[in-house]
Nanobody, 114 residues
Framework: QVQLVESGGGLVQAGGSLKLSCAAS????????RSWYRQAPGKQRELVAL???????NYADSVKGRFTISRDNAKETVYLQMNSLEPEDTAVYFC????????WGQGTQVTVSS
């Protein structure tokens, strides 16, 4: 079992920044992929960014140049730095751990006001 605890969501004005954190604990597999997804009301959950345990990253086109994913392997924590936030970024953000199995965090609300 892997437990994920997210933090850092909140309300911000357009153009502002937020940093999300997701700490993992439990049976961590050596090679894993950590990712952030988001789900807006009435929409499907979508991948925002991912990072492998070797540091390879990938981003959704809609966030490239604005969001940065990073990880601290010693702390088993992944971060999502979100800059130049737009109202369209409003969603519940979920972190995901992919190792031998997939695990999801509980989600954290990000609201961007115009």
């Amino acid at each position: 079992q892997v437990q994920l605890v997210e933090s850092g969501g909140g309300l911000v004005q357009a153009g502002g920044s937020l940093k999300l954190s997701c700490a993992a604990s439990g049976s961590i597999f050596g090679f894993n992929v950590r990712s952030w997804y988001r789900q807006a009301p009435g929409k499907q959950r979508e991948l925002v960014a991912l990072i492998t345990s070797t540091g390879i990253t990938n981003y959704a086109d809609s966030v490239k140049g604005r969001f940065t994913i990073s990880r601290d392997n010693a702390k088993e924590t992944v971060y999502l730095q979100m800059n130049s936030l737009e109202p369209e970024d409003t969603a519940v953000y979920f972190c995901k751990y992919s190792g031998l199995k997939n695990y999801w965090g509980q989600g954290t609300q990000v609201t961007v006001s115009s």
